[in-house]
């Protein structure tokens, strides 16, 4: 399993409408693609700027291909992300997930979940 991280920011003030926007773009688009496993979205505010931490989860490189296109390390954005985020950041990570455990009242994101 890959796991795709970006990261972004906005104002504190903006946080939770950009949460519902990102709710509905980028959540929603991922969750919907073929060979996602799952999406975590973390926030955190730290003085007047919240970072938001989106997580998505993949069954290849090839299934996040075919989500974020032929290049998949670029960041995908959407029409209004430039409303509410400070940067754009142009660039993705991905990481081989090594190890996953949780209990067992926890679904895991993957084909395996428990739950």
Known sequence: MIARAWRGETLAEDADAYLAYLDGTGVSDCAGSEGNRGVLVLRRTV?????FLFMSFWD??????????????WARYYEEDRRYLLEMQPTVDHFEVAV????????????????
């Open 47 to 51: 003085d007047d700027t919240a970072e």
């Open 60 to 73: 290849s490189m090839d299934a996040i291909r075919g989500f974020a296109g032929p290049e998949p390390e």
């Open 100 to 115: 996953r455990r949780f209990p067992p009242e926890v679904r895991a994101p993957g084909p395996d979940a428990i739950g």
